[in-house]
Structures are given as C-alpha cells and as structure tokens.
C-alpha cells in the first residue's frame, strides 16, 4: 500500500531550493535529512558562511548532511533513508547508487523547459538567448546531468519583457515549489507515466565563471543589454577602463538600448548625449545607467559623467 505521506530526504544549497523546502514543510511532508554542500568562505573577509538550505533546516530542527562524497554506505551507516528523494539545486552529481535508494526515485526540480538548457545556468542561459518561454521541469533524476524522464513541466512566458535574472530566479523557484506540490500525490499513486526526454532537441549550459561578465564590445547592444540582466549580481558584466593614471575595472549594473550611433565606429568608444553615457558597441551603443568603478560606489550615468569626465571619448577593453 502506498504511503499517503512518503518520508523525504532534500538535497539542496542555494536560495533556489528555499521555496520548495518550505512548500514541503509547509504540506507537513516528513523530511527525514538534508544534504546541502558545505559552509564556504564569502565574502572579501572569507568569513564561512552556511548555505541557506542548511541554515533553513536547523531552523526547522532537520538533520543536515554534507559530506564531501556521497556514497550508498552512507545511507547504510549514517543517514536517514526515505520513500522518495528530491533535488532542488544541490550541485553535484548524485550517484546511480545513491538514486537507486528511495522505492520512489528521486524527483529533481530544474529551472528550464527540459531538455532546453541542461546545466548549471538555465535561467541566466535563457535571458542571453532572448527565448520568449522558459518554465520548471520535475524530471526523474538519472546519472546523467537533467537527463531523466520528464514528469511534470510548467511554463513561464517571457515575451519581449526584459526581465531581470533575480526576477525571474523568484518567479522559477515558487513555480517549482507549486508545481512539486502539485505533482508528488499523482506520481506516487502511479497516475503519471515519466515521458522521456527528445536528446535530439537538448541545449547545454555550463557554469558561471567571472570572466563571463567581460564584455566584447563588438557584440550588438542587445545581447550586451542581456548580459547585463543575466550576470546581475553574479558575476557582474564588466569591462576595463584604461586611464591615464591606472586601468580601471567598470561593472555595468543596468542598461538600456538605443540605435544611435557616435560619429565614429569604435566598439568600445564611450560618448555622451545630453546627459547620457552611452557606449558604441558592434550594432547600435548601450545606455549606461548605474555603474560601479571598482572600490567605489554605484553611480547613474550622468553622475559617472559629472565625476569621471575623461570617461567620454575613451576605448572601453
């Protein structure tokens, strides 16, 4: 007989996973542990810090786990074992003998339209490339990376909003959360048969790394304009400003697109109109709007044009 209330073991690290631990809390699922990865150096200070999923639980007097490895032995000799495991942005792969453990399998919350972006950065992947859909895929964790069987998906339309990468991390994490909620009675019932996934039609996105954010000036202005809301706060688009006096690293924290062009065609070129800092890209310039020199605080273009007035006529690298 099925259990009407299935024990479940969360793995998990980031915000992303808060809103579907709760939603689990919240339903009054029994959550027998967590596996979240290890407290982290953050900061300039390097001050250890937990991640949130850790610090949530022992809100919630849940036993956290994270070991360095994760082995079958463990749930033999050390952790608790559950009827069905869940997995909202851990981080690591989990092993075919970890996943083989819960008689229900393991239910893995990912940010895209599965198999559309597989990876580490499916919400950021889908802000550069412009799609006008993404959503929330629940799939059946597998050994391979968001390879499993689709078994439930909601989608989440974009259109031409020019929506912001915290904005829409929100909106895809209480999706997630709902549909999860939605989804657990009908697939352990057997009421939902997994489909697999169409590898033929699978994207591919890889972790971020800083040097992501700098910018190529050659580029158009819209997919600089995307960059800008996909890498804020992390890892920040960003470009250096060579200087008589020393070669600055410039963070663009917010822009905008216009069509208008300086009179000379230098990606890069940093020109003003009125009181608008703009800079010429490969197609069209970019609005420069708050923007932050490095260890100082961010300014509005105009203010960035009043304090810095040797920026205009410069070659941004």
Not at 119 to 142: N, R
Request: charged share 25%.
């Amino acid at each position: 007989m099925l259990p009407v209330n299935p024990t479940i073991f969360f793995f998990g690290t980031p915000e992303f996973a808060l809103p579907v631990f709760n939603a689990l809390i919240a339903e009054k699922y029994h959550l027998v542990g967590v596996v979240t990865n290890p407290d982290e150096p953050v900061g300039r200070k390097k001050i250890f810090t937990s991640p949130p999923v850790k610090i949530f639980a022992e809100k919630h007097s849940i036993p956290v786990f994270h070991p360095e490895k994760l082995k079958r032995e463990l749930w033999d000799n050390e952790i608790p074992s559950a009827d069905l495991f869940v997995v909202a942005a851990y981080g690591k792969i989990i092993p075919k003998s970890v996943l083989a453990i819960p008689k229900f399998g393991t239910l893995n919350i990912h940010p895209s339209l599965l198999p559309r972006w597989r990876g580490a950065s499916p919400i950021q992947s889908a802000i550069l490339a412009g799609d006008a859909d993404t959503g929330v895929t629940i799939m059946q964790l597998d050994e391979r990376m968001d390879h499993g069987p689709i078994v439930a998906q909601h989608t989440a339309h974009i259109g031409d909003r020019k929506i912001l990468y915290r904005e829409l991390h929100d909106k895809l994490a209480d999706v997630g959360a709902k549909l999860l909620l939605e989804t657990i009675p009908d697939y352990i019932s057997g009421a939902i048969t997994p489909v697999a996934q169409d590898d033929s039609k699978a994207t591919y996105c890889t972790p971020l790394t800083k040097d992501d954010g700098r910018i190529d000036w050659t580029r158009t202005a819209e997919e600089i304009e995307r960059m800008v809301r996909a890498f804020n706060p992390w890892p920040g688009t960003w470009t250096f400003w060579p200087n008589s006096d020393r070669t600055n690293r410039l963070r663009i924290d917010e822009a905008d697109l216009t069509p208008d062009e300086p009179p000379t065609h230098s990606p890069g070129l940093v020109w003003q109109k009125e009181k608008t800092l703009l800079v010429k890209t490969g197609k069209g310039s970019l609005v420069v709007k708050p923007a932050t020199l490095e260890g100082k605080k961010s300014l509005i273009g105009s203010d960035l044009l009043r304090g810095y007035p040797q920026l205009v006529g410069s070659l941004l690298v």
